[in-house]
């Protein structure tokens, strides 16, 4: 070769790596542009958020209905209420309905109740992430003359249905393990690990049951779903063809078409097919990120970012270990080429250099955003697992980084495979451990995004049920009301005053004050109907900057005699526009940036061959 040949070499390599540098960081923009743009909808399941009657709750009078708020949308075919009484017996109740003007509520029409304690038994199943929930209150029906009934009092606990919860956790354990199991053998194959026909044939065969582990998830959780609604057949339509749904499905296609993309004999390149795996591999992470957690905190969508990127990261790493040891244990055993090993393991080494302070880095912030506080750590059972699946993490990560120093300062071509395949299996039992916890925090309600979700919820009821209230007699000069503003209600909140009796004046004044601030309004006379001689109303709206205890002044025309009442109430929450259409290009966008920066940096890692 002439030497203007090997000197352009250098100049040709360092373009090609620069240009596939920038496909990696375009794709890494590509992909989170289209996750921070697509809607990713609250899910903490369906949490109780209130009920009329509520727990406790003594009553005067049998109530006609039951009415219970629940934060996300329900499936009505999947969902339901019961009422027993205080031994046992079940009440005859009509069936129940989600609320038409509220899809995350459900009524439940009661028949004539007399005295007595009641059992409620709710069980729901979320619209969006398609878990099931179950739990109990209990109030009470007092005699004529306000006395409590006599029998047990009522339980006010709530509780999760054992049988779907289980095999939602067992069944997300397995869907894990699946998704590591195929990105890793994706992973060993665009690493130039599969070099020959027997590493082809166990990967080959790795992929498969990742297909048919996924296979058998898809159908467990379905069944789960079901066994938690009481095996209802008019509710399996709904069941099959959710949103959550549609995220298995998604799992259970990609896995699908991997096991049937996957090369049948050993290929140098194949880029196109090579291509196709790494999508089916990001397609699959993605379907697992949407139905996390972290959607359902104050950023959803930073939260489906930070979950791609951990799951991603997760896998390559985890699932990158699991390949690493089936290509490296087979070759070792055939006695293959040592030199091809090596390359592979230092390969991989790259990517998982990379991946594991993504894993940390991801972890973190999806923590930060799901739970409350530092106290849920230790408070709550989804913190403590949280802490277990950290522990089983910091553990893995110190054991890879001592073998890999170990393996660097004392390994010799001879010994070294025998300790190297030691060494990989310790770290893919780890690697299964760690899905342990995780599969646990798949069916646990996070207590930051419970909160958040309870907050829009109750947030999106004030439309209806004042924050406060106030009726009295007397004279009108000024009323004042203590308002609690939690952070769901600052901002534009509305206000409505009623007055019945002569009110000469046609304008109040509201002034909303703390300890900081003074906010005045005027509230005008409405245009509703209403006879000015008996009977006023005024309506405003105060703009309040944020959470707190706030006092409400009414002032009006003194001396007048009248009864006043005073109501504070947001307006409801923005409705989402998300577009199924518009969605579903933004899921492809992500997708495909995810495989260029999935194609690029492996290029980086693993040039051709003719590079070298």
Do not use: C
Request: charged fraction near 15%; glycine fraction near 12%; hydrophobic fraction near 50%.
């Amino acid at each position: 070769m002439s030497g203007a040949g090997r000197a352009e070499r250098p100049v040709g390599r360092a373009h090609r790596l620069a240009a596939r540098t920038a496909l990696a960081a375009g794709g890494a923009l590509l992909a989170a542009a289209a996750l921070l743009a697509l809607a990713a909808p609250a899910s903490a399941h369906a949490v109780f958020v209130s009920a009329s009657p509520g727990p406790g709750a003594d009553l005067a009078a049998a109530p006609a209905e039951i009415r219970i708020a629940f934060s996300e949308p329900l499936m009505a075919a999947l969902s339901g209420v019961e009422v027993d009484r205080s031994t046992g017996a079940r009440v005859g109740t009509t069936p129940g309905h989600v609320d038409g003007a509220d899809a995350a509520a459900y009524v439940q029409p009661l028949p004539q109740l007399g005295p007595g304690r009641y059992t409620v038994v709710w069980h729901t199943t979320s619209k969006i992430d398609g878990h099931v929930r179950w739990g109990s209150y209990g109030f009470t029906v007092l005699e004529a003359d306000g006395a409590v009934p006599p029998g047990p009092p009522p339980p006010r606990s709530s509780l999760p249905a054992p049988l779907p919860v289980a095999i939602s956790a067992v069944t997300s354990w397995v869907g894990l393990a699946a998704l590591f199991a195929l990105t890793g053998a994706v992973l060993a194959l665009l690493l130039g690990g599969v070099a020959d026909a027997t590493s082809q044939r166990l990967l080959g065969r790795l992929v498969a049951a990742a297909a048919g582990a996924t296979a058998l998830a898809t159908a467990a959780q379905f069944a789960g779903t079901w066994a938690g609604t009481g095996w209802r057949a008019a509710g399996v339509p709904a069941m099959i063809s959710g949103e959550a749904a549609a995220w298995w499905w998604l799992r259970l296609a990609a896995t699908v078409v991997a096991a049937v993309a996957w090369p049948r004999r050993p290929t140098r390149e194949g880029g196109g097919r090579r291509t196709l795996l790494a999508t089916t591999v990001l397609a699959a992470v993605l379907a697992v990120a949407a139905t996390g957690h972290p959607a359902a905190g104050a950023l959803p969508r930073a939260g489906l970012a930070f979950a791609a990127v951990h799951v991603l990261a997760a896998s390559l790493w985890l699932g990158g270990v699991v390949a690493v040891a089936i290509v490296w244990i087979g070759a070792w055993r055939r006695g293959a080429d040592h030199a091809v090993r090596r390359a592979f393991v230092r390969r991989f080494s790259v990517v998982a250099g990379m991946a594991v302070p993504a894993v940390l880095a991801s972890g973190v912030a999806s923590a930060v955003l799901e739970l409350g506080g530092t106290g849920d750590l230790t408070g709550s059972g989804y913190g403590r697992w949280l802490l277990v699946k950290a522990g089983l993490v910091a553990l893995t990560v110190a054991v890879a980084a001592g073998n890999a120093a170990r393996h660097r300062a004392r390994g010799s071509p001879r010994e070294a495979p025998r300790r190297v395949a030691m060494w990989l299996g310790t770290e893919a039992v780890l690697g299964l451990l760690v899905l342990a916890p995780t599969a646990a925090l798949s069916v646990l309600a996070p207590s930051g995004a419970t909160d958040a979700a309870r907050a829009a919820a109750r947030q999106a009821q004030h439309a209806a049920d004042p924050v406060s209230a106030f009726t009295g007699l007397g004279a009108m000069g000024t009323r004042t009301v203590e308002v609690a503003l939690t952070p769901g209600t600052a901002g534009v909140n509305d206000v409505r005053v009623e007055v019945d009796g002569d009110l000469a004046t046609s304008r109040l004044q509201a002034t909303l004050t703390s300890a900081s601030a003074a906010i005045r309004a005027r509230l005008a006379r409405s245009g509703l109907d209403h006879d000015p001689a008996t009977h006023t109303v005024f309506d405003g709206s105060v703009t309040v900057p944020g959470a707190g205890r706030w006092e409400l002044t009414v002032s009006g025309a003194p001396g007048m005699s009248a009864a006043i009442s005073v109501a504070v109430r947001a307006p409801p929450p923005p409705t989402s526009h998300a577009s199924p259409v518009r969605d579903g290009w933004l899921l492809v966008l992500a997708v495909l940036g995810g495989t260029a920066v999935l194609m690029g940096a492996v290029r980086v890692v693993r040039p051709r061959r003719s590079e070298e």
